[in-house]
């Protein structure tokens, strides 16, 4: 067998792209997933794409201020290296939940001071604009990387062009091939230095740099002793990284481990090949260190994936918690207050859980934040619509207040009284104001009513005094009049009843519980002696009318008959009246007319019945006559 044909043998038997023939784990990326075909074909998108999961992966603990946020942009923006889009983000994030909180809290605070909700009007934020410029300035300095990164890839794939163009040239002349092994070797190494090219182009530039390598080797013409120690040389070069491999099992950080192990695949397939015996020996022993990082890695984003599910769960639970509070039933502050407590809480709690899985992670999160965000809508609209019922309320007591102290000096103790009661009810009816006028508005108000008051009292206090002499004075007048005998008096008394009725009439009011009594008792007597002076008055005039009267007047009989019959007529109109009164009216001033009516009748029966004995004794006088 020709050296030619030992080496075309060679390199068939030589594995292509050796290091990616272990099987991996797919990795979930934010805007790809990257398959196992092009791990095994394009090494500039693997190198690409780790970069950007291992990114995607990291967690940033979150800045406590605004400013220690600012600052660390300021940083980022200072420094040279590449910026990380994910702690970005987190930056982002929390400065404006930060900025949020700090609306939230001023927003709080101007209406706990008496601000009007429709006239709030938040002050520019200096640290926003801060954070803005900053922002803008990384933002242009990623822009700028970004260009700079797919200029050098651009570059490089032209540099990887020409070198296998420069193989192509070696391949020109079979027989110059063993003098110029060096050169091609030279080659190879610089393919090697040049990192990464576009992503879509990786591909078939590798299968064809392969392809030139492969050609150059089935025309090379090497010695035995050059095949060979190019041949130890490689092993030694492959056990090396064998070595590295077995080494990455021990590696706490099982994503670093992955990824050295891709540059270790991206070294040990650019190796040239080992002898044919020990091939199959070096390549299993690689694949073996390499299964065990890959299984580490699978078992690490299998566990990640786990827990992600179960923070998904716990957020899950939360929302569902926070969507079926029944909020109909809260009425009061309190009950406002209490169920925002059990919210903090599980906002609170939220922030211990970490991340959902990624595809889920926004959708949660969005869930999360509606849910609170309707809860404290309805409290802002229930505290409004309850400041606005406040405000009513006191506008309410404020124009009692005001009536209360129009009346507060008045001197119309019984109008005013009233009036006044009838303000206090509307007091109690009316709810209660803002905490921070209720004492200062009762005060007011309860001010007017005892001044009010305060002064009626005094008032009284001299009335009663006065009402007390009066009442000892009618009490005298009753005695007075009790003492008198019609039978002992000898004759007619009328002007002693007449001035003790004057009497009564000038003395002034007494007190009203006793006043009704009083009177009674009073009537009684006038009454008693009235009655006995027109009884006797009565008998003398019969007496009179007997001793002048004549069998023969007819006519007088006639006349006293008709006033007979006017006086009936009268006493059943004021029956009737008496009836009418005595069912429709309960309230002393009906009691006293009922009284006088029966006066009046008492008047009309006596009247009566003296015209009744005037008749008889007419009719006595003509049976006396006609016997």
Not at 258 to 280: A, K, M, T
């Amino acid at each position: 067998m020709t050296d030619i044909q030992n080496a075309n043998e060679e390199v068939q038997n030589e594995p292509l792209a050796e290091g990616l023939n272990v099987a991996e784990p797919t990795i979930e990326v934010a805007a790809e997933n990257v398959t196992s075909e092009e791990n095994e074909t394009d090494e500039s998108a693997m190198e690409e794409v780790m970069a950007d999961t291992e990114e995607s992966k990291k967690t940033f603990s979150p800045l406590q201020t605004k400013e220690e946020i600012i600052e660390r942009l300021k940083q980022l923006a200072a420094e040279g290296e590449e910026i990380s889009r994910q702690e970005l983000d987190s930056l982002k994030s929390n400065f404006y939940r930060l900025l949020k909180q700090e609306g939230e809290q001023e927003y709080k605070t101007y209406i706990e001071n008496g601000g009007e909700p429709d006239s709030y009007m938040p002050a520019p934020n200096v640290d926003e604009a801060a954070f803005k410029e900053q922002m803008a300035v990384i933002r242009e300095k990623r822009a700028a990387i970004a260009l700079e990164q797919e200029r050098q890839k651009e570059e490089n794939y032209q540099k990887k062009l020409a070198i296998i163009e420069k193989i192509k040239e070696l391949l020109a002349n079979p027989d110059e091939v063993n003098r110029v092994y060096n050169d091609f070797k030279a080659l190879q190494q610089e393919w090697n230095e040049i990192k990464n090219v576009p992503a879509d182009k990786a591909t078939d530039l590798w299968k064809t740099y392969q392809l030139n390598v492969e050609q150059f080797y089935d025309t090379l013409k090497l010695n035995n002793e050059l095949r060979a120690y190019d041949f130890k040389k490689n092993l030694e070069l492959k056990t090396e990284l064998c070595e590295k491999a077995e080494k990455l099992a021990e590696e706490a950080d099982v994503i670093s481990a992955f990824r050295q192990l891709q540059q270790l695949h991206q070294e040990f397939r650019e190796i040239g090949p080992v002898s044919n015996e020990l091939r199959e020996e070096i390549w299993t022993r690689f694949k073996a260190a390499s299964t065990v990082v890959n299984k580490r890695h699978q078992e690490y984003f299998e566990k990640r994936k786990e827990q992600e599910q179960e923070n998904l769960d716990q957020k899950t639970a939360i929302c569902e918690i926070i969507e079926g509070m029944d909020l109909t039933n809260l009425k009061t502050f309190a009950d406002w207050n209490a169920v925002s407590e059990q919210i903090t809480a599980l906002q609170a709690k939220w922030k211990t859980i970490g991340f959902a899985p990624q595809k889920m992670n926004v959708k949660i999160f969005e869930r999360f934040r509606a849910a609170c965000d309707s809860f404290f809508q309805q409290k802002s609209e229930f505290f409004k619509s309850v400041r606005d019922s406040l405000n009513n309320n006191l506008r309410l007591k404020r124009e009692l207040c005001e009536k209360a102290e129009a009346l507060m000096n008045s001197t119309e103790w019984k109008e005013t009284t009233d009036t006044l009661v009838a303000l206090q009810k509307q007091w109690k009816e009316i709810g209660t104001v803002p905490k921070k006028y209720s004492d200062t508005i009762w005060q007011r108000f309860n001010l007017a009513c005892d001044t009010f008051f305060a002064a009626k009292k005094e008032a009284n206090s001299s009335q009663h005094s006065e009402q007390a002499e009066n009442m000892a004075k009618k009490k005298a007048i009753i005695e007075r009049l009790a003492a008198i005998d019609p039978e002992n008096e000898g004759g007619d008394y009328r002007s002693k009843l007449r001035e003790a009725q004057d009497e009564w009439s000038s003395v002034g009011h007494v007190p009203f519980k006793e006043k009704d009594k009083l009177y009674k008792l009073f009537r009684e007597q006038m009454d008693r002696l009235y009655g006995a002076l027109n009884e006797n008055a009565s008998r003398k005039r019969i007496i009179r009318f007997k001793n002048e009267v004549n069998d023969g007047d007819g006519r007088v009989r006639e006349r006293l008959l008709r006033q007979l019959e006017i006086l009936k007529n009268e006493i059943k109109t004021y029956e009737n009246n008496l009836g009418f009164l005595t069912l429709s009216s309960k309230s002393k001033s009906g009691n006293s007319l009922v009284e006088e009516l029966n006066r009046k009748m008492d008047k009309l029966k006596a009247d009566m019945n003296e015209i009744k004995e005037k008749i008889a004794a007419l009719d006595e006088k003509k049976k006396e006559s006609a016997e």
